[in-house]
């Protein structure tokens, strides 16, 4: 596997359900965001993770709660969703978080549906 | 106020063509960068090029180009020989300091119709 992958790509759930989403980069990065794209939104940051630690929570609802085991891997637990939730989770890694010219490149994203 | 806008939500080009798509910037920093993404409908934001604040030359990609007029504040993207695989979302993005640190702020993207 190459670039950053996700799973699963797609994902229906009710708003009792507890789902996980996962990231996987390959490209030796060592931070990892989750985003939000919404149907006529811009994208919006949820969480950054560098070094394994969280160093960014945009005040996002703590029915997502993220997880970081390594540098590697980044998890978005979910439950007790709201209908609202629904759209597409972004993840993505770059090198160097502290450096103007850091590049974040993404996987393919999760489209959440919450019924 | 917009930090990054997009001002086209859609826009159509004859395949072969070059085609132009606006983005603008407000910042009040002298240190930023600039990047394009492509979305195609599976998904993936993928990255097609960068701007420096300080690079003096516009920045090429194959047929990707950034028009950077940085009295204008503008970071056009410019796509030449249009290709159908072309079609997709693009988005502006500006790199800028934030809080010690740095942040990445996107635009709200613009749809591109390559037609046969």
């Known amino acids: 596997e190459t670039g950053v992958t996700q799973t699963p790509r797609h994902l229906v759930m009710g708003m009792t359900n507890k789902k996980s989403l996962k990231c996987e980069q390959h490209?030796?990065?060592?931070?990892m965001y989750w985003y939000k794209q919404s149907a006529k939104k811009p994208l919006e940051l949820m969480f950054v993770?560098?070094?394994?630690?969280?160093?960014e929570n945009n005040s996002v609802p703590s029915r997502f709660s993220p997880e970081c085991p390594n540098s590697s891997h980044l998890f978005l637990h979910l439950h007790t969703l709201q209908p609202e939730d629904s759209a597409l989770y972004l993840c993505?890694?770059?090198?160097?978080?502290?450096?103007?010219?850091?590049?974040?490149?993404f996987g393919p994203g999760t489209r959440l549906t919450v019924l | 106020a917009q930090k990054i806008t997009q001002t086209q939500p859609g826009m159509f080009v004859q395949e072969k063509e070059a085609v132009t798509l606006d983005c603008t910037y407000d910042?009040?920093?002298?240190?930023?960068?600039l990047f394009w993404y492509k979305q195609p409908s599976s998904g993936e934001m993928i990255f097609l090029i960068y701007?420096?604040?300080?690079?003096?030359q516009n920045a090429t990609e194959g047929r990707y180009s950034l028009n950077f007029q940085k009295a204008r504040k503008s970071a056009n993207l410019v796509i030449s020989a249009s290709q159908l695989g072309d079609s997709a979302m693009y988005f502006c993005?500006?790199?800028?300091?934030?809080?010690?640190?740095?942040?990445?702020?996107f635009g709200a993207g613009t749809r591109l119709f390559v037609k046969a």
């Open positions: 993505a890694s770059s090198y160097q978080r502290d450096s103007l010219t850091d590049t974040q490149y």
């Open positions: 490209l030796g990065h060592n931070a």
């Open positions: 993770y560098n070094f394994k630690e969280q160093t």
């Open positions: 910042t009040s920093d002298q240190s930023y960068g």
């Open positions: 701007q420096g604040s300080y690079d003096e």
């Open positions: 993005a500006m790199r800028e300091p934030y809080d010690g640190g740095f942040k990445t702020i």
